[in-house]
């Protein structure tokens, strides 16, 4: 079987993407690699977690030494880079973590790929998740494309932009196979609820205000998060070396027009009345430096590989919302931090 890294298995997209390939590649063995940050829940992929052709494994992409070493005792043919600090807000409060893990950590994979697939790049593959925010904030018109100038303006989208000028870097220079996506807001199931739809969605149930930041009237670009990992399995097998995707869902929302949405959708699922989870809407001061709009022209991946999202923005959120309504212990344990106890029971001495 072919062994395959994918890192950050454990967080929100990274599940999917883990689910995805352990399921649909028996060929593979899939290595999760994650350090099990506050964002990382194996409860995330405990359907999966028995899967004769998947592994866990614990471990710190800062960790140099670690890293080396579980190249040299595995043959990874590819690796697929989703472990990351991924959350704006945190960014700004506490940026070292977002360079250390975002960026060292990025290079410290890249050297030990490096140095275990030398001499034999064939067959093998590099590829690295990024985010749409490395371009920056656009005005009301305009869309990314692949060659937009970089231009990041958070704490988290600058190392991202920097691990991507490395990853780049690397190719260029000791012709290591990288491939590079960018991608749009994605949304979904198992989304850690310190994002606005998890955290919204929270609120509502437990009737909390819902904060919306400034005016509510920055635009983000939604995904279904099943369709990213399908953009990403699409690209891992199919994309060209050295080549960059942007992926996108067309679905651009003002912020407060996506909660008008939700809250509409709340009520008619929990019973409410018409217009009473909208009330919960409360404006709070703005995030520092928000970027105003992102937009994916998303046409290279449709061109090149035939990839197009398969959901709609209301199919998907209406799924997204069943699936927090049917799941209120999986956001209770993290809120609890009960699932530091589940993966203590899990893996006692394995
Ligand atoms: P997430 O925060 O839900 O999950 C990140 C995972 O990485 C967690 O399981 C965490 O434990 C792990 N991790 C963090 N630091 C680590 C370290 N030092 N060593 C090993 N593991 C570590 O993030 P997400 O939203 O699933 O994002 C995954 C990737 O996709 C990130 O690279 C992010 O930049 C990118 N991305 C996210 C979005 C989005 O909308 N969420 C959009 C585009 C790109
Ligand atoms: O564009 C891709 C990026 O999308 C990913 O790279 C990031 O990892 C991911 O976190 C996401 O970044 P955002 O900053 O866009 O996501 P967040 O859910 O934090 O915020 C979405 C929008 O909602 C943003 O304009 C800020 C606003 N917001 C957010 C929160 C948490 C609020 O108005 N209130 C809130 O409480």
Redesign the pocket.
Known sequence: MKKLLI??G?????SHVVRRFVKQYPHYHIYN?????Y??NLENIADIEHESNYTFVK????DAEFINNLFSQNDFVGVIH??????VDRSITNPMDFIT?NII?TVNLLNAARESWKGSFDGRRFYH????EVYGSLGSEGFFVETTAYDPQSPYSAS?ASSDHLVRAYGNTYKLPVVISN????YGPNQ?PEKLLPLAINNIVNKRPIPIYGKGENIRDWLYVEDHASAIDTIFHNASLGETYNIGGHNELQNIELIRMLCNLMDEKLGRANGESAKLITFVTDRAGHDLRYAIDASKIAKDLGWKPSLQFPEGLRKTVDWYLSHSEWIQNILSGDYEKYYQKQYQGR
């Open positions: 890192t950050g454990a967080g929100f997209i990274g690699l994650d350090a099990l940050t964002a990382g471990g710190d992409i800062r989703l472990a990351a600090e991924s959350h893990t950590g998740v990024s985010t749409d991202k991608c749009s807001n994605n850690f």
